[in-house]
C-alpha cells in the first residue's frame, strides 16, 4: 500500500510514518526540514520530498510526481499561541499555513491522485481542549480545516476523508507553552490507532482515546 504523510518531521507526523512503515507500507514522507526528513526517510527506507506546505505550487508539485496513493496523512501543525491583542501577521499566516492552507492545497490536489477506495486522514483539534487564551489562530484555524474536510467529503467519491481528533498528545508542540498536560497521550499512540483504523470501515471522525 502506497502512503504519503506530509508534516512527517513532526511528533505525531513522524510515529505515523514509522507505523504505517512497519506495516509493510510504500512511503512517501514529506516535510521542511531537510535534515530531519532525510534521517527519517533513511531510518524507514522511504522515498522523501522537502515541501512547504503554505505554498499551492510546493505541494503542487509534489503531487504531481506521484500517483496510486492508497493513504494520504496530513500531520503538519503549528500553534505559536500569543494573546490576541499581540496578534503579529507573520504568526498568524505561518498558523494558517500549517494547519489551514496546507490542508487545502493538499486535498486539492492529492484527492485527483488517490487509488479507489484510497483513504485520507487530516490532523484536526478538539474544540473544547483549544479554546484557551493565546490560541484564537490555532483554534480558529483548526475549526476551518475541519469545516474544509467535511465539504471535501461531499465532493469527493470513493474516497474516505477522516478528520482525527486526539486528545492532548505529548510532542514538541507543548514546548510553545511550556510542557505538555498530566496524562497527555503519546504520539505513538495517535499512530496507532490511525494504522488500526485503516485496516477498518471509514469513519468521518476518528475520536482517539475516548
Do not use: C
Not at 86 to 115: E, I, Q, S, T
Amino acid at each position: 500500500m502506497n502512503t504519503l504523510i506530509f508534516g512527517a518531521t513532526g511528533g505525531i507526523g513522524a510515529a505515523t510514518a514509522r507505523a504505517f512503515a512497519a506495516q509493510g507500507n510504500t512511503l512517501t514522507v514529506s516535510g521542511r526540514d531537510e535534515g530531519r526528513l532525510s534521517a527519517l526517510a533513511a531510518e524507514l527506507g522511504a522515498a522523501h520530498r522537502v515541501a512547504d506546505v503554505g505554498y499551492e505550487s510546493h505541494v503542487k508539485a509534489l503531487l504531481e510526481g506521484m500517483s496510486g496513493i492508497d493513504t494520504l496523512v496530513y500531520a503538519a501543525g503549528v500553534a505559536l499561541p500569543e494573546p490576541l491583542k499581540d496578534a503579529d501577521p507573520a504568526k498568524v499566516r505561518a498558523v494558517w499555513n500549517a494547519n489551514y492552507f496546507g490542508g487545502l492545497w493538499v486535498l486539492k490536489h492529492g484527492l485527483p491522485r488517490l487509488n479507489a477506495g484510497g483513504r485520507v486522514y487530516v490532523l484536526g483539534a478538539r474544540p473544547e481542549l483549544v479554546t484557551a487564551r493565546g490560541f484564537t489562530q490555532y483554534a480558529a484555524s483548526k475549526a476551518a480545516v475541519a469545516t474544509a474536510v467535511g465539504i471535501a467529503r461531499l465532493e469527493a467519491r470513493g474516497v474516505g476523508l477522516t478528520l482525527v481528533l486526539p486528545p492532548a498528545v505529548d510532542t514538541g508542540l507543548w514546548a510553545q507553552v511550556g510542557r505538555a498536560p498530566k496524562g497527555a497521550m503519546s504520539a505513538d499512540a495517535v499512530a496507532a490507532a490511525i494504522v488500526q483504523d485503516r485496516a477498518g470501515d471509514v469513519q468521518n471522525e476518528l475520536r482517539i482515546g475516548d
